[in-house]
Protein backbone atom coordinates (compact mmCIF):
# COMPACT_ATOMS: atom_id res chain seq x y z
CA UNK A 1 0.00 0.00 0.00
CA UNK A 2 0.98 3.64 -0.73
CA UNK A 3 -0.06 6.85 1.21
CA UNK A 4 -0.50 9.83 -0.60
CA UNK A 5 -0.40 13.48 0.63
CA UNK A 6 -0.42 16.51 -1.63
CA UNK A 7 0.36 20.00 -1.17
CA UNK A 8 0.91 23.27 -2.86
CA UNK A 9 -1.93 24.27 -4.48
CA UNK A 10 -3.54 28.11 -4.30
CA UNK A 11 -4.85 30.87 -5.60
CA UNK A 12 -2.69 31.73 -8.67
CA UNK A 13 -3.61 34.53 -11.82
CA UNK A 14 -4.25 33.15 -14.86
CA UNK A 15 -0.90 32.38 -17.10
CA UNK A 16 1.05 32.00 -14.17
CA UNK A 17 3.03 29.06 -12.77
CA UNK A 18 2.48 26.61 -9.49
CA UNK A 19 3.85 23.59 -8.52
CA UNK A 20 2.56 20.84 -6.64
CA UNK A 21 3.57 18.08 -4.90
CA UNK A 22 2.66 14.22 -3.56
CA UNK A 23 4.10 12.86 -0.60
CA UNK A 24 4.19 9.19 -1.25
CA UNK A 25 5.14 6.48 2.11
CA UNK A 26 4.66 2.72 2.54
CA UNK A 27 5.70 0.08 -0.07
CA UNK A 28 4.71 -0.05 -3.64
CA UNK A 29 4.99 -2.61 -6.37
CA UNK A 30 8.17 -2.92 -9.31
CA UNK A 31 5.26 -1.79 -11.48
CA UNK A 32 4.04 1.33 -10.00
CA UNK A 33 2.80 3.91 -11.66
CA UNK A 34 1.91 7.41 -10.09
CA UNK A 35 -0.11 10.15 -11.51
CA UNK A 36 -1.92 13.35 -11.54
CA UNK A 37 -5.85 13.75 -12.17
CA UNK A 38 -7.91 16.74 -11.23
CA UNK A 39 -11.59 17.29 -10.88
CA UNK A 40 -14.08 19.88 -10.81
CA UNK A 41 -17.63 19.48 -9.14
CA UNK A 42 -20.09 17.77 -11.10
CA UNK A 43 -17.24 16.26 -13.65
CA UNK A 44 -15.50 13.05 -14.25
CA UNK A 45 -11.97 13.01 -12.76
CA UNK A 46 -9.37 14.46 -15.42
CA UNK A 47 -6.55 12.56 -15.98
CA UNK A 48 -3.40 15.21 -16.29
CA UNK A 49 0.54 13.22 -16.31
CA UNK A 50 1.58 10.03 -14.97
CA UNK A 51 5.21 8.66 -14.42
CA UNK A 52 6.13 5.19 -14.15
CA UNK A 53 8.44 4.75 -10.91
CA UNK A 54 10.97 2.28 -11.97
CA UNK A 55 12.36 4.26 -15.24
CA UNK A 56 10.71 7.76 -14.96
CA UNK A 57 9.08 7.64 -18.03
CA UNK A 58 5.62 10.02 -18.42
CA UNK A 59 2.92 10.73 -20.26
CA UNK A 60 0.40 13.78 -20.27
CA UNK A 61 -2.77 14.56 -21.63
CA UNK A 62 -2.91 16.54 -24.65
CA UNK A 63 -4.57 19.81 -22.89
CA UNK A 64 -1.27 20.20 -21.02
CA UNK A 65 1.54 18.53 -22.92
CA UNK A 66 4.29 21.44 -23.27
CA UNK A 67 3.09 23.51 -19.98
CA UNK A 68 3.06 20.96 -17.42
CA UNK A 69 6.17 19.09 -16.25
CA UNK A 70 5.84 15.84 -13.52
CA UNK A 71 9.19 14.82 -11.99
CA UNK A 72 9.97 12.93 -8.93
CA UNK A 73 12.67 13.32 -6.34
CA UNK A 74 13.26 9.43 -5.51
CA UNK A 75 15.26 10.59 -2.39
CA UNK A 76 12.05 11.77 -0.68
CA UNK A 77 9.95 10.08 -2.68
CA UNK A 78 8.31 12.99 -3.63
CA UNK A 79 5.87 13.53 -6.98
CA UNK A 80 5.92 17.07 -8.53
CA UNK A 81 3.68 18.75 -11.22
CA UNK A 82 5.15 22.25 -12.50
CA UNK A 83 2.19 23.46 -13.78
CA UNK A 84 3.29 26.58 -16.52
CA UNK A 85 0.84 29.25 -18.06
CA UNK A 86 -2.13 28.41 -16.36
CA UNK A 87 -5.85 28.87 -17.25
CA UNK A 88 -8.88 29.76 -15.47
CA UNK A 89 -10.33 26.36 -16.74
CA UNK A 90 -7.80 24.66 -15.16
CA UNK A 91 -9.41 25.22 -11.21
CA UNK A 92 -9.79 22.12 -9.93
CA UNK A 93 -8.89 20.02 -7.12
CA UNK A 94 -5.39 18.18 -7.92
CA UNK A 95 -4.92 14.59 -6.84
CA UNK A 96 -2.32 12.38 -6.49
CA UNK A 97 -2.68 8.77 -7.36
CA UNK A 98 -0.73 5.25 -7.66
CA UNK A 99 -1.41 1.87 -8.79
CA UNK A 100 0.09 -1.00 -10.63
CA UNK A 101 -1.31 0.42 -13.75
CA UNK A 102 -0.49 -0.92 -17.37
CA UNK A 103 1.37 2.13 -18.91
CA UNK A 104 -0.33 2.19 -22.16
CA UNK A 105 -2.96 4.18 -23.53
CA UNK A 106 -6.84 3.25 -22.59
CA UNK A 107 -4.86 2.26 -19.27
CA UNK A 108 -2.96 5.19 -17.69
CA UNK A 109 -5.41 7.60 -18.28
CA UNK A 110 -8.45 5.60 -16.48
CA UNK A 111 -8.60 6.62 -12.62
CA UNK A 112 -10.07 3.11 -11.76
CA UNK A 113 -6.94 1.41 -12.39
CA UNK A 114 -5.50 3.39 -9.60
CA UNK A 115 -5.87 2.16 -6.24
CA UNK A 116 -4.39 4.82 -3.98
CA UNK A 117 -5.09 8.21 -3.77
CA UNK A 118 -4.19 11.14 -1.62
CA UNK A 119 -6.53 13.69 -0.18
CA UNK A 120 -6.34 16.23 -3.57
CA UNK A 121 -5.26 20.14 -3.18
CA UNK A 122 -7.10 22.84 -4.96
CA UNK A 123 -6.09 24.92 -7.52
CA UNK A 124 -7.49 28.36 -8.64
CA UNK A 125 -6.81 30.16 -11.58
CA UNK A 126 -8.20 33.44 -11.83
CA UNK A 127 -8.84 35.76 -15.04
Known amino acids: QVQLAESGGGLVQAGDSLRIACAAS????????VGWFRQVPGKEREFVAA????????TYSNSVKDRFTISRDNDKKTLYLQMNNLRPEETAVYYCAAGAVAFKPGTIGNPRFYINWGQGTQVTVSS
Open 51 to 58: MRWSDGAT
Open 26 to 33: GRGSSGLV
